[in-house]
Structure formats: structure tokens, C-alpha cells
């Protein structure tokens, strides 16, 4: 069974930093294209970007680059969001996601080109 567990949110001051987990099991970790999304109260959930562990390839959204890095320990099956010069925007529940496989570069951002979701971990930037 695929498993997905976000956890690392927390209350940052803006400018701060935050680091998120993904916890992963049930699934090749290597083989499947893993991404992080948010979802900001009365907003849809946004596609803010995407690792496939096995070649480290990553995807990120305009909104967040430059500041948020994506990483895997692969040791460990966890993915990492390191967000860098939070901003108040920023303030949302974000979820880690995944499907079996690669994913094309157009979708990678679209919620629904995945299948597996973990549960949501609430980042609070304050300013």
C-alpha cells in the first residue's frame, strides 16, 4: 500500500525558513515521480514542484523558485521541501503526492496527474 506522510509545518516569521518531510513507503521509491503541492484557505491546490528521486530531475513552479529546494534521502525514502525566504502568501496546508511512474513534464504541476496523497501539513508565515 503507497504511504505518504507529511510532517515539519510549523508558525515562521516571514523571511524565516521551514523544512517539510515526505515520508514514503509501499511503493520503488527510485521509480516514481514524487511532488509537492499547497493549498492556501479558498484557493486551489497549487502544484509547486516535483522530484523523481531515482534521477534527481526536479520541476518547480515560478511561484517558488529560487527560494524552495526539493531533495531526497533516498536512503530513507523521505522527500524534503526546504523553503527559504518565506513569505505571508506562502501560508497554506502542503501536501506531498505520487503516482506510479514518470510523469510528463505539462502535468506536473496538475493535482489530478496523481494518485497517492499524504496528509497535509500546515505552514503559518507570519509578517
Known amino acids: 500500500e503507497v504511504q505518504l506522510q507529511a510532517s515539519g509545518g510549523g508558525l515562521v516569521q516571514a523571511g524565516g525558513s521551514l523544512r517539510l518531510s515526505c515520508a514514503a513507503s509501499?511503493?520503488?521509491?527510485?521509480?516514481?515521480?514524487i511532488g509537492w503541492f499547497r493549498q492556501a484557505p479558498g484557493k486551489e491546490r497549487e502544484g509547486i514542484g516535483c522530484?523523481?528521486?531515482?534521477?534527481?530531475?526536479?520541476y518547480y513552479a515560478d511561484s517558488v523558485k529560487g527560494r524552495f529546494i526539493i531533495s531526497t534521502d533516498n536512503g530513507k525514502n523521505t522527500m524534503y521541501l526546504q523553503m527559504n525566504s518565506l513569505k505571508p502568501e506562502d501560508t497554506a496546508v502542503y501536501y506531498c503526492?505520487?503516482?506510479?511512474?514518470?510523469?510528463?513534464?505539462?502535468?506536473?504541476?496538475?493535482?489530478?496527474?496523481?494518485?497517492?496523497w499524504g496528509q497535509g501539513t500546515l505552514v503559518t508565515v507570519s509578517s
Open positions: 522530484i523523481n528521486p531515482g534521477d534527481g530531475i526536479t
Open positions: 503526492a505520487t503516482r506510479d511512474g514518470r510523469i510528463v513534464a505539462s502535468a506536473r504541476s496538475r493535482a489530478d496527474a496523481y494518485e497517492y
Open positions: 509501499g511503493f520503488t521509491f527510485d521509480d516514481y515521480d
